[in-house]
Protein backbone atom coordinates (compact mmCIF):
# COMPACT_ATOMS: atom_id res chain seq x y z
CA UNK A 1 0.00 0.00 0.00
CA UNK A 2 1.28 3.38 -0.84
CA UNK A 3 2.32 6.11 2.04
CA UNK A 4 0.18 8.80 2.54
CA UNK A 5 1.28 12.09 1.20
CA UNK A 6 1.53 14.59 3.43
CA UNK A 7 -0.80 17.21 3.96
CA UNK A 8 0.50 20.56 1.46
CA UNK A 9 -1.30 24.01 2.33
CA UNK A 10 1.05 25.94 0.84
CA UNK A 11 0.37 24.28 -2.64
CA UNK A 12 -2.72 26.80 -4.52
CA UNK A 13 -3.25 28.15 -8.05
CA UNK A 14 -2.96 31.78 -8.82
CA UNK A 15 -3.16 34.09 -12.09
CA UNK A 16 -0.06 36.27 -12.81
CA UNK A 17 -0.07 38.54 -15.98
CA UNK A 18 2.87 39.94 -17.98
CA UNK A 19 4.59 41.06 -21.43
CA UNK A 20 5.95 37.36 -22.03
CA UNK A 21 5.48 33.61 -20.31
CA UNK A 22 9.30 34.50 -18.54
CA UNK A 23 8.40 37.73 -17.22
CA UNK A 24 4.89 37.25 -14.81
CA UNK A 25 3.88 38.91 -11.97
CA UNK A 26 0.90 38.86 -9.55
CA UNK A 27 -1.78 41.17 -11.08
CA UNK A 28 -3.69 43.40 -9.11
CA UNK A 29 -6.84 42.46 -10.83
CA UNK A 30 -7.19 38.76 -9.48
CA UNK A 31 -7.40 38.29 -5.91
CA UNK A 32 -4.87 35.16 -5.47
CA UNK A 33 -4.86 32.07 -5.27
CA UNK A 34 -7.94 31.67 -7.27
CA UNK A 35 -8.13 27.71 -6.85
CA UNK A 36 -6.68 26.14 -3.41
CA UNK A 37 -6.96 23.20 -1.38
CA UNK A 38 -10.29 24.29 0.62
CA UNK A 39 -12.25 25.21 -2.52
CA UNK A 40 -13.28 22.18 -3.61
CA UNK A 41 -16.77 20.81 -2.43
CA UNK A 42 -17.04 17.30 -3.82
CA UNK A 43 -13.65 16.18 -2.07
CA UNK A 44 -11.54 17.06 0.75
CA UNK A 45 -7.88 17.53 -0.81
CA UNK A 46 -4.24 18.21 0.30
CA UNK A 47 -3.46 20.48 -2.42
CA UNK A 48 -4.25 21.53 -5.90
CA UNK A 49 -1.63 21.74 -8.89
CA UNK A 50 -0.50 21.96 -12.13
CA UNK A 51 -3.57 23.76 -14.25
CA UNK A 52 -4.19 24.00 -17.69
CA UNK A 53 -6.86 26.35 -19.12
CA UNK A 54 -9.04 26.60 -21.92
CA UNK A 55 -11.20 29.05 -23.61
CA UNK A 56 -14.36 28.14 -25.08
CA UNK A 57 -17.45 30.26 -26.84
CA UNK A 58 -18.73 29.67 -23.05
CA UNK A 59 -16.21 30.89 -21.39
CA UNK A 60 -12.79 29.83 -19.96
CA UNK A 61 -12.40 25.90 -18.35
CA UNK A 62 -9.45 25.02 -15.71
CA UNK A 63 -8.55 21.39 -15.46
CA UNK A 64 -6.16 21.04 -12.64
CA UNK A 65 -5.06 18.20 -10.49
CA UNK A 66 -6.17 17.89 -6.71
CA UNK A 67 -4.97 15.04 -4.31
CA UNK A 68 -7.64 13.75 -1.51
CA UNK A 69 -6.53 13.58 2.01
CA UNK A 70 -7.08 10.20 2.02
CA UNK A 71 -5.17 8.89 -0.95
CA UNK A 72 -2.24 9.25 -3.27
CA UNK A 73 -4.01 9.39 -6.58
CA UNK A 74 -4.40 12.38 -7.89
CA UNK A 75 -7.24 13.27 -9.65
CA UNK A 76 -8.38 16.09 -12.23
CA UNK A 77 -11.47 18.34 -11.47
CA UNK A 78 -12.44 21.72 -13.40
CA UNK A 79 -13.09 25.10 -12.73
CA UNK A 80 -15.14 28.05 -14.45
CA UNK A 81 -15.04 31.75 -15.15
CA UNK A 82 -16.09 33.89 -17.45
CA UNK A 83 -13.12 36.26 -17.58
CA UNK A 84 -10.28 34.16 -17.16
CA UNK A 85 -9.50 35.94 -13.63
CA UNK A 86 -12.24 35.07 -11.31
CA UNK A 87 -12.68 31.17 -10.97
CA UNK A 88 -15.65 29.19 -9.17
CA UNK A 89 -14.65 25.65 -8.59
CA UNK A 90 -16.86 22.95 -10.42
CA UNK A 91 -16.43 19.32 -9.93
CA UNK A 92 -13.92 16.19 -10.40
CA UNK A 93 -14.14 15.24 -13.96
CA UNK A 94 -11.84 12.16 -14.39
CA UNK A 95 -10.96 9.65 -11.77
CA UNK A 96 -8.99 6.53 -11.87
CA UNK A 97 -7.45 3.51 -10.08
CA UNK A 98 -3.66 4.91 -11.08
CA UNK A 99 -2.76 8.28 -9.85
CA UNK A 100 -3.78 11.47 -12.62
CA UNK A 101 -1.94 14.59 -13.46
CA UNK A 102 -1.09 17.51 -15.38
CA UNK A 103 -3.68 17.77 -17.25
CA UNK A 104 -3.88 18.64 -20.72
CA UNK A 105 -6.77 19.33 -23.50
CA UNK A 106 -6.90 19.76 -27.13
CA UNK A 107 -9.40 20.67 -29.77
CA UNK A 108 -9.53 19.04 -32.70
CA UNK A 109 -11.23 18.81 -35.62
CA UNK A 110 -12.32 15.08 -37.33
CA UNK A 111 -11.48 14.58 -40.67
CA UNK A 112 -13.76 12.20 -42.96
CA UNK A 113 -12.45 10.92 -46.16
Given at each position: ?98 HLGCPSC ?8
Amino acid sequence: MAERIVRNTEWAIGIYEGASPVEVSPTERVKNPVIAQGDATDVETAFVADPFMVRTDEGWYMFFEILPVDSNLGQISVARSQDGLTWAYDRVVLKQDFHLGCPSCFRGRVNTI
